[in-house]
């Protein structure tokens, strides 16, 4: 009987023990991104025609879950516009995820996730995303990643009439070939180039050098006649008089900036030929 | 005395289990092989190779198997037929000749010097059209690994006419490699990059269609799709979350997809054992 009684509690104490095992494993995964998505978004959130793909972010597989929470712009904020992105990791005031979950009302009055009204997840659910986002938000291997810095871009090369709002209409057309869709400007005038300057959400106010060149070649601007512009307010801006480039061939345009120790140029290498030409005038 | 002999001593053996019977249904070994050859090779194997594939395989343990498998992979035939499934995939079937045709009417565009501010663009073009008509040969010759395969796939004058357009082509590299659209915020990041302006995708930094490519087929959501893709082909369900992990361990291992398709294709699941 003893025998058997030490035999059995021996047994009970290895189960136990396996039992433990078992659940400190689960707990460990529960945390990790595939966890939550095993047990909360794939099961809570990507049901049909909600985040299935119908609406973002996408919770249909862990990645697709991943890229669409860390660092991704939100599409609905709050009233106050207090949030930017859906996951900021280790920070879950910020992120609009750990918001919709536990605020009853982001927007509207019951608009808790998930959407169905009066009934929030589970508490130990909750813990979960918020222990996940305050560990970094990892993605599956474990990395905690970080959101580049925004590069200066260049948008939109319009053309103006200087000192007026008045855009150069009559002559934003293209010319009359496949192979150029240059912008036509008439001989002898003065005309303003404009491109909206951007750095993300960021509206520039001043650079240390923007450069406009104005080349013959679309793809080399080594030869190019430069020429320095002004920042106004988000708007890089030249005036130019349109009888000092010759006629009659596309003259492309490069824009050039330096902010620090930022360089950009647009176009640049890669930039496609059409878009190229885009960025490109012909005076008549 | 004989019959005595015969009967012998009974011996009980107490606690005794049958020792473990490696042998296998004849039917499955053979469905085995057969579904291989189809998968593999896009035909049904012939009698000899039958024969010889169950002298290799003997009691079929796993190490025999994905030795058998790298052998069938050696045949000419997989890679032509691995050529033919991508085309059929991603080009809508295209067959060699109509890619000859279209790299026959770029290659005259080169004639007309008035375009010449395009020839760089239009030579890209052709040598990707000879890639892709070439590709069962450059996979033969090992020139070429799977996600460079992927990228010749979607990176040709072909595909853009099929999805014209950026947002088209940003579209169907994202519903054919990780079978979903992208997020607003995706698609429009991914069409300034294609643009040539700066823009963030999946965390990282580009500013031109080559960095768009780059970023996509090395993210992990690319590596994800094609696990997904690999389970539902071959084991016809989506892999567990533990099975996603292995591959993405073995994945960054080793480098391979193919490496990953070894793995299903000799499984136990696979085998129907």
């Known amino acids: 009987m003893n025998t058997w009684a030490s035999k059995s509690s021996f047994f009970l104490v290895i189960c136990l023990g396996l039992l433990m095992g078992m659940r400190q494993e689960m707990q460990e995964n529960y945390s990790a991104i595939e966890g939550l998505h095993q047990d909360i978004f794939s099961v809570s959130c990507a049901i049909p025609a909600c985040h299935d793909g119908s609406f973002e972010p996408d919770f249909r597989t862990v990645q697709s879950s991943y890229w669409t929470l860390v660092y991704h712009p939100i599409t609905k904020n709050n009233k106050a516009g207090d949030f930017k992105y859906r996951v900021i990791p280790f920070d879950t005031a910020q992120s609009v995820l750990y918001e919709r979950i536990t605020n009853c009302c982001f927007v509207n009055e019951n608009d808790r996730m998930p959407f169905t009204v009066g009934i929030p997840l589970p508490q130990k659910h909750i813990d979960a995303i918020s222990d996940w986002i305050m560990e970094g938000a990892p993605d599956p291997i474990g990395q905690i990643h970080e959101i580049p810095q925004e590069e200066l871009s260049f948008q939109s090369l319009t053309w103006g009439i200087p000192d007026t709002e008045a855009p150069l209409n009559g002559y934003s057309q293209q010319k009359d070939q496949a192979l150029l869709p240059a912008t036509i400007i008439p001989a002898n005038e003065r005309v303003r180039l404009n491109v909206v300057l951007e750095r993300g959400e960021e509206t520039i106010t001043q650079l240390d050098i923007l450069e406009f060149r104005f080349s013959t070649k679309p793809k080399n601007f080594q030869q190019a006649i430069a020429k320095p512009g002004i920042v106004d307010s988000g708007v890089g801006y030249i005036d130019i008089e349109t009888n000092e480039f010759p006629q009659h061939q596309p003259i492309y345009v490069q824009v050039h900036a330096q902010d620090g120790k930022e360089v950009v140029e647009y176009p640049q290498k890669g930039t496609y030929v059409y878009e190229r030409t885009r960025w490109a005038f012909f005076i008549e | ?273």
């Open chain 2, 1 to 273: 005395m004989g019959m005595m002999g015969c009967l012998g001593t009974t011996k009980v053996v107490r606690n005794a289990s049958l020792p473990k019977d490696n042998t296998l249904n004849p039917l499955i070994l053979e469905n085995y092989i057969h579904r291989v050859y189809v998968g593999l090779l896009g035909r049904k194997p012939q009698v000899k190779e039958v024969v010889e594939a169950k002298r290799m395989l003997g009691n079929l343990n796993e190490s025999k198997r994905r030795a058998w498998i790298m052998r069938v992979k050696r045949d000419s035939a997989y890679f032509s037929t691995l050529a033919t499934k991508m085309r059929g995939e991603y080009l809508e079937g295209v067959n060699r000749r109509e890619l000859e045709i279209m790299r026959i009417d770029l290659t005259k565009l080169l004639e007309n010097e008035k375009q010449a501010i395009y020839f760089d663009q239009w030579q890209y073009q052709i040598t990707q059209l000879q890639k892709l008509e070439g590709l069962s040969e450059l996979l033969h010759e090992q020139q070429i690994s799977w996600t460079d395969m992927h990228k010749l796939c979607v990176d040709n004058p072909y595909y853009d006419k099929l999805n014209m357009g950026i947002d088209n082509f940003i579209l169907s590299c994202f519903q054919h490699f990780l079978y979903r659209y992208p997020s607003d915020y995706e698609l429009s990041s991914a069409r300034n990059m294609m643009y040539g302006r700066p823009a963030i995708l999946f965390l990282k930094r580009g500013r031109n269609k080559r960095d768009f490519m780059k970023i996509f087929f090395e993210s992990d959501a690319y590596l994800e799709g094609q696990i997904r893709a690999l389970y539902k082909r071959d084991l016809m369900r989506e892999p567990l979350a533990s099975e996603m992990a292995s591959c993405f361990r073995l994945f960054h291992n080793t480098g391979k997809l193919t490496d990953i398709q070894l793995n299903i294709l000799a499984s136990d699941e696979y085998l129907g054992k």
